[in-house]
DNA sequence: CGCGTTGTCAACCGTGCGGTTAAATAAAGA
DNA sequence: TCTTTATTTAACCGCACGGTTGACAACGCG
């Protein structure tokens, strides 16, 4: 079983139907049933990738009469951006340029009062 | 198997091992011995993950004389940056404003018809 | 209450993953 | 050539994953 956060997020993400679920997620909440509509799986199916999102932390669900509506967890996905921060170099080229100014600026001069 | 070169980043990110060979490699390319030293398994184990980063085109692999020095392929986790960037919106303080402005907009129209 | 709707639980199945050990391959060096 | 070093391949193992079907629970409504 994965214990580590990150890994269990990245794992939820490595499949293409939560992906897509989430795509769903991020118009608005929605029912098991609304979500299960595009796919070509039984509803069991869908209720289990809920779960996997959920333990991720990426998804919340709620309770509304016989609903259970799912919704985007807001800040799930920052963890991994965060993640990712650490290897942006190696493919933004913009940020090189950030970077390079960065160091420059600390060489000299580390608490200057930048405005 | 999957196809699908996104869920194959997604699912190599998900082992902490992998992660932490490629935060090695942030630092510069290593042979494979080199990879698994801070690690307790066997060598066709590290073997193996670094088949799975290079078929998720995360690494790639040269020859010098008996060694197969691994590499960061620099632009990889683009891809994954432009997935996410997609859900900016909801973990980016600077979008704070157009997020709270969607969850208002979303109370009013959730469940219409169908179902 | 009984009924229909919505969703989950339980059991099962096939496949792939992460790990192992043992053997094979590749190249440098004596 | 024979040996040493570096790495991959092959075969196997246990387990988690994504899927199924069938039974069950929760709730609104007549």
Redesign the pocket.
């Given at each position: 079983?994965?214990t580590d956060l990150l890994s269990a997020q990245f794992?939820a993400l490595?499949?293409p139907?939560r992906r897509a679920i989430l795509a769903r997620l991020s118009e608005g909440e929605a029912?098991?049933?609304e979500l299960a509509e595009p796919f070509?799986?039984?509803?069991?199916?869908v209720?289990?990738?809920?779960?996997?999102l959920e333990k991720a932390g990426l998804i919340s669900?709620g309770?509304e009469?016989?609903?259970?509506?799912a919704r985007l967890e807001p800040m799930a996905l920052k963890g991994i951006a965060e993640w990712m921060e650490h290897y942006r170099r190696f493919w933004d080229a913009s940020f090189d340029r950030l970077d390079a100014y960065l160091k420059k600026i600390q060489q000299g001069d580390d608490r200057g009062p930048r405005n």
């Open positions: 079983m994965q794992a490595a499949d139907t029912s098991v049933n070509d799986i039984s509803l069991p199916a209720s289990k990738h809920l779960k996997v669900r309770r009469a016989q609903w259970r509506p």
